[in-house]
């Protein structure tokens, strides 16, 4: 058998009508072997699990996936989500052999710097890769979110006889996944809204990185989700490939309930020594393990990186056959073109990610009367206001819709049988919220934004990290941003929570200090495409500044300055975010009839006004003036701001149960406590 080390220059005829069990086995011992391989040449990563899926990548690329290699991100193309991350090999592997911009050198430099094979999978890195997967469980939330996006775009565009929006999102889990609560979260969700186009495998291996799962679970997987009201399906041995065949006709012919298809492996598939152990879950198998393993596969070459080539042009026919999709799919939206013009452009624009024209004209205008509000209620105000004209705006509330303000009044509620309505129920699940709204985004066609406390941020951060890592437009709308949230109490008061979401690389943190301050940080957040950004809002009302033009212009900024020394340079700067802008204001009054000159800057988002030209920052804050931050949070974020000779007021303890006014008082994020702070500077 003639044999090619890299995937060009085969001499093997494309077109294998008809490929032999040989073939097959061999089309899929290559992505095992390319596995173990990878691992060895990189001295890391995960072998095992590889080895073990590698007929079920086989048979969703090659059978069953609408895909096409040349065009890896055409809209209605299947999703693959591959939750157990750490088992990359498989997908890059099974991306090289069916004609993804992937090439053997980069499954050679796996794990290397600046490769395309990352130790996990990242989107927008590696061509064919969905989303970025490692942390375990949130893929499983993810694809959750692919489904919910094809299912709101299908309601809402199709048309009869015209299915342009028709395509199945797939996934696999492992043992990790289902033990992370992420799961739970996720797979509730999904099957109450009856997501009958999501497809999961579970690997089923018995195996984790501590040896057998026997000893930290005895749960029952299949009962699990046949309680959140999946269909469940069972494959004995993932070596047959017509049980799995069988197994995603089942799924597919189920429309009103995802499916779990559990599926029985061995990690480690054929290594002698180390099949179902933990041994083969997260090091190389060794070269010595590795050549034995490669005997019993029968394989025909002896050095690392060999590729069969016979197996390349089965892989490569196989992913031709399956690129035809995109061809029909094609001549169907031409139809669909000529029958419905508009809905057809509606849909353009929303993938392509244009905002519609009217939105800046949709922004609603405060005034003394109506922005006299917290500045939740503001931003409730600016949601209903563009909702009408942004209808890809879609998203509700971890059950706080009422204390977030984040439905869209009279719009129905979102569910298995209304997946046209844009309000989401998203229940108690913060956790799988966020990592829904990462599918959502990742999917395209839809702008995704949630609700909850400041404090539950917590709950979700994994899910911020991973949107802010992976680029991902969403809107987190966190509400009862501080101790301005009183009687709750401290175990709903955030202190710390502005400064660990400030120190996210890629998360644009927006605190606004009034209504006008609100519409902008809107504004903001819906043209921020690269990643995902967090409006922090209070309970509590706020005072109403009355300068629409000057938030207009300064919030995109981060930072600018809303009352000056009056006729005169400042003596100090008073910096402020949200609700303590107002007291930073009336601070300023106070120094000003003792004869102390202050500017007060509103910084919105440290993030933005980082990211300002120099000459920029030092005009609003100007060398050598003495500078005071007050923020009713930890104080950690502001000293980049207020320098060696300045000063914060802050909060670098828990709060208490009492009404507001009191724990401001108490607490020292007041008026006064700003006006001693700023004479102990000029001191």
């Not at 069988?246 to 597919?252: C, D, E, G, L, R």
């Not at 083969?280 to 050549?291: R, S």
């Not at 690392?304 to 399956?322: E, I, M, N, S, Y």
């Not at 930073?584 to 106070?590: G, T």
Request: net charge negative; aromatic share 8%; hydrophobic share 45%.
């Amino acid at each position: 058998m003639s044999a090619s080390p890299s995937s060009a220059g085969s001499s093997v005829p494309s077109a294998l009508a008809a490929a032999s069990p040989e073939t097959v086995r061999l089309a899929i011992d290559t992505v095992r072997t390319l596995a173990m391989d990878a691992v060895q040449a990189a001295e890391s990563g995960h072998p095992g699990t590889p080895m073990a899926l590698a007929p079920l990548a086989y048979a969703l690329y090659a059978k069953h996936l609408r895909h096409d290699p040349t065009a890896p991100d055409w809209a209605d193309r299947d999703r693959f989500v591959l939750s157990v991350g750490h088992a990359s090999m498989l997908l890059y592997g099974t991306l090289h052999l069916a004609g993804y911009d992937l090439s053997l050198d980069e499954i050679k430099h796996f794990r290397q710097w600046e490769s395309l094979t990352p130790g996990h999978p990242e989107v927008h890195h590696t061509k064919g890769v969905e989303t970025t997967t490692g942390p375990l469980g949130q893929g499983v939330a993810n694809a959750v979110g692919f489904a919910v996006a094809e299912a709101h775009l299908a309601a809402t565009f199709n048309r009869e006889g015209h299915a342009v929006v028709d395509h199945y999102t797939y996934f696999i889990a492992g043992d990790g996944c289902l033990m992370e609560g992420i799961s739970h979260e996720a797979a509730s969700f999904a099957g109450h809204m009856q997501l009958g186009k999501l497809i999961g495998f579970f690997d089923d291996n018995g195996i984790t990185i501590d040896g057998s799962t026997s000893l930290t679970c005895s749960d029952d997987a299949a009962k699990r989700f046949e309680s959140y009201g999946w269909q469940v399906l069972h494959i004995a041995d993932v070596n047959d490939l017509a049980s799995i065949d069988a197994a995603i006709a089942a799924a597919k012919a189920d429309t009103q309930r995802p499916s779990m298809i559990i599926t029985k492996t061995h990690i480690g598939f054929g290594s002698p020594n180390r099949q179902d152990t933990a041994k083969a879950h997260g090091e190389p198998l060794g070269k010595d393990e590795i050549t034995l393993t490669k005997q019993a596969y029968a394989w025909p070459g002896t050095e690392p990186f060999f590729v069969p080539d016979a197996a390349l042009a089965h892989w490569r026919d196989a992913a031709a056959a399956r690129a035809a999709t995109h061809a029909d799919w094609k001549q169907t939206w031409s139809a669909y073109e000529a029958a419905h013009p508009e809905l057809a452009a509606e849909l353009s624009r929303r993938l392509a990610g244009k905002l519609p024209a009217s939105l800046d004209a949709a922004f609603p205008a405060f005034d003394a009367k109506s922005g006299n509000v917290a500045s939740r209620a503001a931003s409730g105000v600016v949601v209903n206001a563009i909702a009408p004209v942004l209808p890809e705006l879609i998203g509700g509330s971890a059950d706080l819709s009422g204390s977030n303000l984040t439905m869209v009044k009279g719009a129905p509620l979102f569910s298995g049988t209304n997946p046209a309505a844009r309000n989401f129920p998203f229940g108690i699940r913060e956790h799988a919220m966020g990592a829904i709204m990462n599918g959502m985004g990742l999917h395209g066609g839809v702008i995704p934004y949630g609700g909850t406390f400041l404090v539950f941020s917590d709950y979700m951060r994994p899910a911020i990290r991973l949107a802010a890592l992976m680029g991902v437009q969403a809107i987190y709308v966190f509400t009862h941003d501080s101790i301005g949230l009183g009687e709750d109490g401290p175990t709903h008061q955030p202190v710390e929570h502005l400064a660990a979401l400030r120190c996210i690389p890629n998360l644009l943190v927006l605190r606004p200090a009034d209504a006008d301050e609100v519409t902008e940080a809107w504004r903001t957040a819906l043209h921020h495409r690269s990643g995902p950004t967090a409006i922090v809002l209070t309970r509590q009302k706020l005072s109403y500044f009355g300068e629409p033009a000057r938030a207009k212009s300064g919030v995109p900024q981060g930072a600018y300055v809303v009352a000056d020394a009056a006729g005169r340079a400042p003596n100090v700067v008073l910096l402020a975010s949200g609700s303590e802008v107002e007291i930073a204001l009336a601070a300023r009054e106070k120094l000003s009839g003792e004869g102390i000159h202050a500017r007060v800057v509103s910084c919105a988002s440290l993030e933005l006004f980082a990211q300002q030209p120099v000459e920029y920052r030092n005009h609003v804050l100007p060398a050598g003036v003495p500078r005071v931050a007050v923020e009713a949070a930890h104080p950690m974020p502001w000293y980049r701001w207020v320098g060696d000779t300045g000063a914060v007021v802050g909060i670098e303890r828990f709060g208490a149960s009492a009404p507001y006014q009191v724990l401001y008082e108490k607490f020292g994020i007041s008026a006064d406590n700003v006006v001693r702070t700023a004479k102990s500077v000029l001191s």
